[in-house]
């Protein structure tokens, strides 16, 4: 029959009591470091995970029957506040109620001021987070230049605009 050894064994180690009193074991150091980055990775990935699982879980939007949207915000944004002079531009627009939900099927007409003309882009309808996006080709711009982005968003019978830019650098 096999003898059993104990899960713990303290006959190795040397006990120390530290400054408050509580009893240390200590053990070869290398293995003390593994031991507590092994510890700290352990808990990250946990917490990572609790995380991601709790925001899948969570709600965005809470909408009822009664729910009525007064007034619309939007903002815009850029992928790179700073572009090449042949390049594409992921724009943003994020479209929020009175109440910071985000407003689904909002309609919004973007006007891109380059240097040398003037575009008018159709966005398409914000989603169900009140975003939307679209991608502006760039060309043959001149470097050191800005570019106005000016969005002009309609919801029902509300309107609100909002605005942004970039620049071209090379």
């Known amino acids: 029959m096999e003898e059993s050894k104990p899960a713990f064994d303290l006959s190795t180690k040397d006990l120390v009591r530290n400054e408050w009193g509580s009893i240390i074991v200590l053990t070869n150091g290398g293995d003390y470091v593994k031991s507590i980055f092994k510890l700290i990775v ?56 009175q109440n910071l939900n985000p407003v689904e099927g909002a309609a919004s007409l973007l006007t891109v001021h380059f ?11 914000t989603d169900e987070y009140g975003v939307s996006q679209l991608t502006l080709e760039i060309k043959n711009q001149p470097p050191g230049t800005s570019v106005l982005l000016h969005f002009r968003v309609v919801f029902e019978e509300l309107e609100a605009s909002t605005r942004d830019s970039f620049r071209v650098w090379w």
């Not at 909408?63 to 700073?82: M, R």
């Not at 003309?117 to 309808?125: D, G, R, T």
């Open 42 to 97: 352990l808990t990250i990935a946990i917490s990572a995970f609790a995380g991601v699982t709790q925001a899948s879980e969570t709600k965005l939007i809470n909408l009822s029957a009664d729910h009525n949207i007064q007034e619309v915000f939007p903002k815009g944004s850029v992928l790179s506040p700073v572009v090449r002079s042949n390049a594409s531009q992921l724009v943003f627009l994020i479209v929020r109620d």
């Open 115 to 125: 240097p040398n003309e003037v575009q008018n882009w159709l966005m398409p309808l």
